[in-house]
């Protein structure tokens, strides 16, 4: 495997993947040419904001599997054309968030107590006592819009700074902003009311030009303004306007609508502004941080392990994939298994779970039964961003059962897959965390289900078991363990063998035309 990190990513994660045993190419800038001539080679690619991982970047990546964001924002990526391809998008969402916060808390200070132009005209031998008096911070309003990590970290900073913080989040509850010590507000309060005012939430349609010169003329006189965001969210024009018509006394802006900002930026020597070259996530520890984040996330990808922090799958929170974790794996191979042993074109998929699994949210156990069925049998690759879709557009009814009543086990995956001549049912358990498959056709059986697995239905009757075992014996073909059950027809039995080795095609037409077998499936783990 090989792994492109284009935008000069801290070698710790690096370490992670190379000790992995993955290549990994680091480039400390990579132009937009290039990265599309060379994409076509790796299989999982990690950014900054700088790379733009563009619709084209993408169809030239053909064999990407995987895009980590060392970072938050995930707006330099096609984030739906990767979906559509199938390519798991990963951040990191809270491993810069503290440099973020402070960087804001610093552009802050800097803008309120004019430190940087203080400190350039210093620097060349001139003292400006009178020019630079400042603001204090205590006592001020300070209104943050986006209470998100970065919004929470701020409101509780300002508030050891004794700033009187009110918030506007339309997606945080009043109890939420309580417990942040935050008075919620309208967007139009925070305009009015607000001394210093700080955006902390993603460009979206919505928040595009969210302050522009219709609210920055509502402003207080003389407030000053803090984006660590995005870039657009305050209108650049229209800011530089009003710090000239003296409505705005400071601007703090880390992020820009163009990176690296033109020449002509109209904020730029701008009195009472302070510029910084997006610098919000540039400590040492937040690169260390997001850098192992995305690592860990491709690793667990390409193993075929679910990733938390996916922003193209369904979320899912710490306490939940610590329920379900040790499942997926075996939920996977009850999804291979019962595909292969129900053939033909499967019209119904069903995953029961009982016991305390019933608790948490499943349904990214039900996509890894779902790729576990589709992986073995589509030429595309199957994961957990695509499965669902891939069944659909295949015209399978997937459903998902919950019972919280045990018998015999204290948690229980039943799959059940369905085409229009039989229903196949596989159950499996945990013992500790190795995963078995406990019945099959509600017969039981004890089988670990990484290994090579023969099933094979046949006639109640001596001498069958013997012909299958010379056949394999014959071949070369070492049987490892076998398990016999009855079934529900009168006189029929299910043979399991477990092989060491694949099983030819001559071999396998051999023991299917043993008198008394009437099938025989080699269920071969390895097409996952
Ligand atoms: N300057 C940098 O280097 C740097 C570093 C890290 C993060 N960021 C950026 O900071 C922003 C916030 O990051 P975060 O980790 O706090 O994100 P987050 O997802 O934790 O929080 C975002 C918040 O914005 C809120 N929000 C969404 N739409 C809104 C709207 N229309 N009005 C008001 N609030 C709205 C959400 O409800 C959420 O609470 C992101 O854009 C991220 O990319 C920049
Ligand atoms: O969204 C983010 O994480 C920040 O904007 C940081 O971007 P960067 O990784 O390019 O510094």
């Known amino acids: ?78 984030v739906a054309e990767a979906t559509a391809r199938g390519i798991v998008v990963i951040n990191s969402p809270g491993g810069n968030t503290i440099a973020a916060t402070e960087h804001t808390m610093g552009m802050m200070l800097a803008m309120a107590r004019h430190i940087p132009i203080a400190n350039e005209t210093t620097q060349k031998g001139e003292w400006n006592r009178k020019k630079y008096v400042g603001v204090e911070l205590r006592g001020k309003t300070l209104g943050i819009v986006g209470l998100g990590r970065i919004g929470a970290g701020i409101a509780k900073r300002a508030q050891a700074f004794e700033m009187d913080v009110i918030g506007y989040d339309p997606y945080v509850t009043e109890d939420r902003a309580k417990a942040m010590g935050v008075r919620l507000a309208s967007l139009d309060d925070i305009v009015a009311e607000s001394d210093f005012i700080t955006v902390h939430m993603p460009l979206t349609a919505e928040t595009r030009n969210m302050f522009n010169k219709d609210n920055l003329h509502k402003m207080k006189k003389g ?48 009195p009472g502004v302070v510029l910084t070259p997006h610098l919000g996530a540039s400590t040492v520890e937040a690169q260390i941080g997001v850098s192992i984040d995305v690592a860990e996330g491709i690793r667990a990808h390409l193993k075929g392990e679910p990733v938390m922090t996916a922003v193209n799958m369904a979320p899912v929170s710490l306490q939940v994939m610590n329920v379900i974790k040790p499942y997926f794996d075996l939920a996977e191979r009850l999804g291979c298994m019962a595909g292969a042993l129900a053939e033909g074109p499967v019209k119904t998929v069903e995953a029961e779970y009982t016991g305390e699994i019933t608790d948490v949210s499943t349904k990214l156990l039900t996509t890894a039964v779902l790729k576990g069925m589709l992986n073995p049998i589509l ?62 056709d509600g017969y039981r059986v004890d089988v670990d289900p990484h290994k090579r697995i023969l099933v094979c239905p046949h006639t109640n009757c001596p001498g069958i078991i013997g012909k299958v075992g010379s056949i394999m014996g014959d071949a070369g073909i070492n049987i490892s363990g076998m398990q016999v059950s009855k079934t529900e027809q009168e006189g029929t039995n299910i043979m399991v063998l477990i092989v060491d080795n694949d099983i030819p095609d001559d071999v396998m037409a051999k023991v299917k035309s043993v008198d008394g077998i009437f099938g025989a499936k080699l269920i071969n783990f390895d097409l996952l």
Do not use: W
Not at 12 to 39: F, H, S, T
Not at 251 to 267: C, G, K, N, R
Not at 398 to 413: D, H
């Open 1 to 78: 495997m090989k792994i492109l990190a284009a935008d000069g990513v801290s070698p710790k994660g690096i370490e992670i993947l190379r000790n992995e045993g993955y290549e990994v190419v680091v480039k400390d800038k990579l132009p937009a040419d290039e990265l599309l001539a060379i994409i076509g080679e790796y299989d999982a690619l990690i950014v900054r904001s700088a790379s733009k991982v563009t619709k084209e970047v993408l169809e030239a990546g053909k064999n990407l599997k995987i895009i980590g964001r060392a970072g938050v924002g995930v707006d330099n990526i096609d």
């Open 223 to 270: 407030v000053r303004l803090i984006n660590c965001a995005r870039g657009g969210i305050i209108n650049e024009q229209d800011l530089a306007d009003a710090v000239k018509e003296g409505i705005v006394a400071g601007a703090a802006i880390d992020v820009f609508t163009s990176e690296p900002m033109p020449a002509d930026h109209p904020l730029l020597g701008l």
């Open 379 to 440: 030429e595309t690759a199957v994961n957990y961003v695509n499965a669902p879709s891939l069944a659909k557009e295949r015209g399978i009814t997937v459903r998902e059962v919950k019972n919280k009543e045990t018998a015999n086990f204290s948690n229980l995956l039943t799959v059940r897959v369905s085409t229009e001549k039989k229903t196949v049912t596989l159950q499996g358990a945990l013992f500790g965390t190795e995963g078995r498959i406990v019945t099959i």
